[in-house]
């Protein structure tokens, strides 16, 4: 009997020492968060009108604790504190929510690292003045960021911020970031990303195709030097708002279709170019298009009456100035230069209704169009088949471009829908005769290839400068 009460007693004191630990360890815990919490409140010079008096932290305003006194919550926002952050935030370990948006504080952003249940941090609109390259690192609960407008020394976005894969809002505007944007702000790493807002940075280069399937619907990149096609956004069909305005983005729109819940697209003030897409204007959602200062050409789009078109006039590339069809000549030039992607300096130089009106690469006669030189213009895509489409061709000169294209239809002549003008380039090849009775034949001349097609010379390649071109292809 003395043998069993001994042993349970020994199970007694096991238990006490154990809880006392675990007792213990909770109130240090608590102690380093009220050190940490002094802190701040002595390098933000927090006023008593903030209630910040009593000694316990978790009794102050604005300030959330768990049940064990562990700080979880910040929300400090919107007021008007000043002076700097202490390094030592990072110790408080159970942290849910940084909040200390539309402040005045300054200095250095302490890092984060390791504040795994941090969720929300809203640092916008104060005067921070660098990142430090851990700041995300171990951030793994992490749901929103928004740290615009800050003047952040020069910085680029960690690739540590990919630890926490259940991002939904990222909104770094007017923020210094430089560089290109990261490529895994994508779906794989961030399947909940709903919020993409990056704009008046310094970011350049293209819109990374990762972007293809995400669950943005608010990308905002306005405001910086990116360039290239814009096409990946007709893969982001949960996009309700996108800004792209103000950057160096060419080539033409993409195809609109996909994104049924488009509310506002902003293109103005770039280098596009290429008609408007039907998939744009006949689009349900939209409220909101911006498409001035650009080199948009064909006919001038009209939008349904509800939508707010900001597209002034005489802004773009557009045949007329007022809504109304193309000149045939014009479509048809259009249709050629599709499968090149509707080069910026052609579209730059193709102004007005009439291609005989000194259009760049455009010679006529008596209105029809007789030549087409686009002869190192640094063209990519492929030779269109179109070009059967005129006519009163008689030279078509493509020389020294990056162009590809498709075999031959020799069986088809000028003018016909089928006919492609591109031979094979081959030394002495030849096509079989048409309902013209004109053959489709390429020759070697030192280094050079050229092609004839009945009387029309075309010149696929021409490296050498020195030679002359004005010899017409004989009929064979």
Not at 191 to 212: H, K, M, Q, V, Y
Not at 283 to 298: A, D, F, P, T, Y
Request: hydrophobic fraction near 35%; aromatic fraction near 8%.
């Amino acid at each position: 009997m003395k043998r069993q009460n001994l042993q349970s007693w020994k199970l007694f004191l096991i238990f006490l020492v154990g809880f006392s630990s675990i007792f213990g360890y909770a109130s240090s815990q608590a102690s380093l968060d009220a050190e940490v919490m002094l802190s701040l409140k002595k390098s933000l010079n927090v006023p008593d009108s903030l209630g910040w008096s009593d000694p316990d932290p978790c009794n102050w305003n604005l300030v959330v604790c768990s049940d064990e006194k562990r700080v979880t919550r910040i929300q400090i926002g919107r007021q008007n504190l000043q002076g700097t952050l202490p390094l030592n935030l990072q110790n408080l370990t159970q942290l849910e929510r940084l909040e200390l948006q539309y402040n005045n504080i300054s200095g250095n952003l302490p890092s984060l690292n390791g504040l795994s249940s941090l969720q929300v941090i809203l640092l916008s609109n104060n005067k921070f003045t660098s990142v430090p390259s851990d700041f995300f690192a171990g951030l793994s609960s992490l749901q929103s960021v928004e740290i615009d407008n800050n003047p952040f020394s020069n910085w680029v976005i960690p690739e540590s911020i990919q630890s926490a894969s259940g991002l939904q809002n990222f909104s770094a505007n007017s923020a210094n970031i430089s560089g290109s944007i990261p490529s895994f702000f994508g779906p794989d790493a961030f399947p909940g990303l709903t919020i993409l807002r990056l704009a008046f940075n310094d970011l350049e280069g293209e819109l990374p195709a990762s972007f293809s399937g995400s669950q943005v619907q608010s990308l905002w990149l306005n405001g910086q030097k990116l360039r290239g096609g814009i096409n990946v956004i007709q893969n982001m069909t949960f996009l309700r708002e996108v800004w792209l305005h103000s950057n160096g983005f060419s080539g033409p729109l993409p195809d609109f279709s996909g994104l049924k819940d488009l509310e506002s697209l902003s293109l103005r003030d770039n280098s596009l170019t290429g008609p408007v897409p039907e998939s744009l204007v006949n689009l349900e959602s939209l409220k909101v298009v911006n498409l001035s200062n650009n080199l948009l050409q064909g006919p001038m789009p009209v939008f349904k009456s509800p939508v707010s078109v900001d597209m002034v006039k005489d802004s773009n590339s557009f045949c007329l100035s007022t809504p109304g069809p193309c000149d045939s000549r014009v479509n048809t030039l259009l249709s050629i230069v599709k499968s090149m992607y509707y080069p910026q300096r052609l579209a730059d130089g193709w102004k007005g209704n009439d291609p005989c009106a000194d259009w760049i690469g455009i010679t006529c006669n008596k209105g029809n169009i007789t030549v087409v030189n686009f002869e190192k213009m640094g063209l990519t895509g492929s030779i269109s088949s179109d070009f059967a489409s005129l006519k009163s061709l008689e030279r078509l000169i493509l020389a020294n471009n990056n162009l590809t294209g498709k075999d031959v239809n020799s069986s088809a002549s000028p003018g016909s829908p089928s006919a492609n003008p591109l031979a094979n380039t081959g030394s002495g090849s030849g096509g079989s005769s048409g309902k013209s009775g004109k053959k489709i034949f390429c020759f070697h001349w030192s280094d050079c290839v050229f092609c004839g097609w009945g009387c029309i010379l075309i010149v696929l390649d021409r490296p050498c400068g020195f030679l002359s071109v004005q010899e017409e292809a004989k009929e064979v």
